[in-house]
């Protein structure tokens, strides 16, 4: 079963805007991360944040964690065309597997 | 990181065959799995793939189905078995090392008619 449920499910926007994903999760975790896919391809990993981190920056993606709510939220700045894809989360729990979230599909209009 | 190739990249089968994916890695890892994603999906673990031993497979996934082989420490293999359109999906190879961060290779599309 999966561990992230993410939302929204899908989001459209302009290019230059802010997108915002969430993540919730159901169990304790040893970290958490998130990965993008272009088009049915490999999976991308974008960013690792730790269950004792709050928050961590790549770029233009920031990441944060909250632990006490179970849920984690990637924003990207300054969208662009490029950026168009499927974002999941992922959760470590430990024993080394890693459960991904159903995703959120991202379409940036140019 | 870790470069992951699969073959093959995709593949259209019959209903009823069988289809062995391989997946590579350019230096040894700790952790082999593989994943499947169905269409318009998230991903799914299939199972652990463990060195000189049988693979750890997840609720609803079994050896008859997807059996796994794991010669040494950088290749796997996977088999879909006795396929039906509803294995039609992507399946994805990923490692991990003594790390955290969990790699992906570019995964292998298949369609089953």
């Known amino acids: 079963s999966q561990q992230g449920e993410e939302d929204p499910q899908a989001l459209s926007i302009q290019e230059g805007e802010n997108a915002t994903m969430n993540c919730s999760y159901k169990?304790?975790?040893?970290?958490l991360q998130w990965y993008r896919q272009n088009s049915g391809r490999g999976l991308v990993h974008l960013i690792l944040?730790?269950?004792?981190?709050r928050e961590k920056h790549s770029g233009r993606l920031r990441v944060t964690l909250d632990t006490s709510k179970k849920s984690s939220s990637l924003l990207i700045t300054a969208s662009r065309a490029a950026d168009t894809a499927s974002y999941f989360c992922?959760?470590?729990?430990?024993?080394?597997?890693?459960?991904f979230g159903a995703g959120t599909r991202l379409f940036v209009k140019a | 990181s870790a470069v992951i190739s699969q073959k093959p990249s995709r593949d259209i089968c019959q209903r009823g065959t069988s289809l062995t994916i391989q997946c590579q890695v350019d230096s040894q890892v700790t952790m082999m799995f593989w994943y499947r994603q169905q269409p318009g999906q998230s991903l799914t673990l299939i199972a652990t793939?463990?060195?000189?031993?049988?693979?750890?497979?997840e609720s609803g996934f079994v050896i008859d189905k997807f059996p796994i082989s794991r010669p040494n420490l950088t290749f796997s293999t996977l088999t879909v078995s006795n396929m039906s359109p509803e294995d039609s999906s992507i399946y994805l190879c990923?490692?991990?090392?003594?790390?955290?961060?969990?790699?992906f290779g570019p995964g292998t599309r298949l369609l089953v008619l």
């Open positions: 169990t304790s975790i040893n970290n």
């Open positions: 992922a959760t470590d729990t430990g024993g080394f597997k890693t459960i």
């Open positions: 990923s490692v991990r090392r003594e790390g955290e961060t969990q790699y």
């Open positions: 793939a463990n060195q000189g031993s049988e693979a750890t497979y």
């Open positions: 944040i730790r269950s004792n981190e």
